[in-house]
Nanobody
Framework: QLQASGGGSVKAGESLRLSCVVS????????MGWFRQAPGKEREFVAA????????KYGESVEGRSAISRDNAKNTVALQMNVLKPEDTAAYYC??????????????????WGPGTQVTVSS
């Protein structure tokens, strides 16, 4: 089970830190990802991190402004987002895939999903 938190309403230029807690004792076996979906749009890849946290991957729209990290001891993956823009407004979802050595940037690359947390950025 995945549970994301940390969303909220902020102004453009501000920062937010999203967290996702994963239940169970095999968290380190899962590659993790973040996606987002704005109303009327496709679900978009945001970031992904390898099982050991050494490899990361970012979507073009957030690269340079965001950082994904994980703490395997706490079963948590985080997404730090800086210099937020109104176009970052979306529901953000964390996702997991078991024992994948590939950091997928597509929705079908992940099997497990949590409910979204809403991020709203006003200008």
């Amino acid at each position: 089970q995945l549970q994301a938190s940390g969303g909220g309403s902020v102004k453009a230029g501000e920062s937010l830190r999203l967290s996702c807690v994963v239940s169970g004792n095999t968290f380190s076996n899962f590659a993790m990802g973040w996606f987002r979906q704005a109303p009327g749009k496709e679900r978009e890849f945001v970031a992904a991190i390898s099982r050991n946290g050494r490899v990361t991957k970012y979507g073009e729209s957030v690269e340079g402004r965001s950082a994904i990290s994980r703490d395997n001891a706490k079963n948590t993956v985080a997404l730090q987002m800086n210099v937020l823009k109104p176009e970052d407004t979306a529901a953000y979802y964390c996702a997991a895939v078991f024992r994948s050595s590939i950091l997928s940037a597509v929705r079908d690359g992940y099997r497990y999903w949590g409910p979204g947390t809403q991020v709203t950025v006003s200008s």
